[in-house]
């Protein structure tokens, strides 16, 4: 749509058409099913660049069995299913120690761990999705520039490319991301912890097929995984996501490929042979972020702006993701008693629903960062510990499983 065609009001207006942004405008518009309830997502970069849109660009995400659910009610699955790669297998390994442990999807029950996606992929079916849905207005690009908010909901300065406007939203969902300019005038605060780390990620050519096992190798610079993604021009791809140290993160974007190559191999070793292509090389800063406030009056914090976790454990937008689908559960239920979406008693709802789901994955993923990237001796014996007990107690693992799933314990 254009600017021009904006109405003055709007039940829910979402701010950032990223990953979590459009899901949870597809799903709430696919639950209300009411054409006479308005929504309108607003994204700053245009379609045609998806590749410079923060959540689409040349990354890969690991979907857990409960993202593939959320999916599944959106009905979204059998189009997403035909570019995701299986995770049939998971190898934790520790770098030059003893232990290790193997999950996989014949011990755990299901058809598989969990599902790769390039974010590009995602981000094509996402907006295909938006594009043929009747229930959701997106107007891009645009961008949210001012926010107030007024007795019931929230007034917003919307800026085109040649003109802005203003209207108002009943419930303004913030899904612009971790570094959200609004969150910062509106006075949210937020707690970080720095981890002083980077994700290096690059997709990688090995000689041999990964036969849908994904591999986490914890090494004294961080953990090193490798996800399987479909094959491509007949190459055995996998996603490589690299956590290093700020001195390592120059040195390893600077160097040629024949010297990444030649580090990525001592630290992966030849599992799958020999690395034979390797593509851009990005580095992502990681820290772990929590916004001190995710509800107000007529405003919502979803996604990477409410709370940004390390990638290690691959919860971010999985969390994200059930955090939608609750969202979604909520506002439904309001429109059944006739409840404004912006009430306070419905967000409060929403929030006392996800805040433990959101504390413990923050946790587990911080814990995780901690334990694997650092080589203290108290550290690296319970590191060795906690490994073990993977690999013998089978009732353990398939906490830990389920936990990486995104699956409740
Ligand atoms: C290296 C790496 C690997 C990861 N791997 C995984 C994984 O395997 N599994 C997993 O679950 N998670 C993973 N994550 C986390 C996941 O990427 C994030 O959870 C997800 O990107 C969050 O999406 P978002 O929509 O909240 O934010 P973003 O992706 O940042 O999107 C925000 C959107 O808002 C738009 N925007 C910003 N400001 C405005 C404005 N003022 N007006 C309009 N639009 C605006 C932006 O253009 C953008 O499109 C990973 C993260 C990293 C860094």
Redesign the pocket.
């Known amino acids: 749509m254009h600017i021009q065609d904006l109405a003055a009001q709007y039940d829910v207006v979402i701010?950032?058409?990223?990953?979590?942004?459009t899901t949870f405008a597809l799903n709430l518009a696919q639950q209300i099913d009411d054409c006479n309830y308005s929504i309108l997502v607003?994204?700053?970069?245009d379609s045609k660049n998806l590749d410079q849109?923060?959540?689409f660009d040349s990354?890969s995400?690991?979907l857990s069995f409960g993202s593939r659910q959320i999916f599944e009610d959106m009905n979204l699955w059998s189009t997403i299913k035909q570019v995701v790669e299986p995770i049939i297998e998971i190898q934790i390994s520790d770098r030059g120690h003893f232990g290790g442990t193997t999950l996989s999807n014949v011990e755990q029950g299901v058809e598989a761990l969990g599902y790769v996606i390039e974010n590009r992929e995602l981000g094509n079916v996402l907006r295909e999705a938006m594009q043929a849905s009747a229930g959701v207005n997106l107007l891009v690009p645009a961008?949210?520039t001012q926010m107030k908010p007024r007795q019931s909901g929230m007034e917003l300065t919307v800026a085109g490319s040649e003109r802005s406007t203003k209207l108002s939203a009943k419930l303004v969902v913030l899904?612009?991301?971790?570094r959200?300019?609004?969150r910062e005038t509106l006075g949210i605060g937020q707690s970080k912890t720095d981890y002083g780390q980077h994700?290096i990620?690059t997709n990688v050519a090995f000689e041999r097929p990964h036969s849908g096992v994904a591999f986490e190798r914890f090494t004294e610079s961080g953990p090193l995984a490798i996800l399987p993604l479909s094959d491509f021009q007949q190459s055995n791809r996998g996603a490589l996501?690299w956590t290093v140290s700020e001195s390592s993160r120059e040195e390893l974007l600077r160097c040629d490929e024949e010297t990444f190559r030649s580090v990525l191999t001592q630290r992966f070793g030849e599992r799958l042979g020999r690395i034979s292509q390797i593509g851009k090389r990005v580095a992502?800063p990681l820290s772990l972020i929590l916004a001190k406030e995710q509800v107000r009056p007529g405003l919502v914090l979803l996604?990477?702006?409410a709370h940004t976790l390390h990638?290690v454990a691959?919860?971010?937008?999985?969390l994200?993701l059930r955090d939608s689908a609750a969202l979604v559960r909520h506002l439904v239920r309001a429109k059944q008693q006739q409840i404004a979406p912006g009430e306070m008693k419905i967000l409060q709802a929403y929030q006392e629903s996800q805040i433990q789901d959101q504390l413990e994955s923050a946790l587990f993923t911080d814990q995780t960062v901690k334990l694997f990237s650092n080589n203290h001796l108290h550290l690296l014996a319970l590191r060795k510990l906690g490994l073990l007990s993977l690999e013998l107690l089978p009732s353990l693992r398939g906490r830990f499983a389920r936990s990486a799933m995104g699956l409740k314990t």
């Open positions: 701010v950032g058409g990223g990953m979590v942004g607003v994204e700053a970069v849109q923060p959540s990354r995400t690991a961008s949210i899904a612009d991301g971790g959200s300019s609004i994700a990620i996501v992502y996604g990477n702006v990638p691959g919860q971010g937008l999985n994200s």
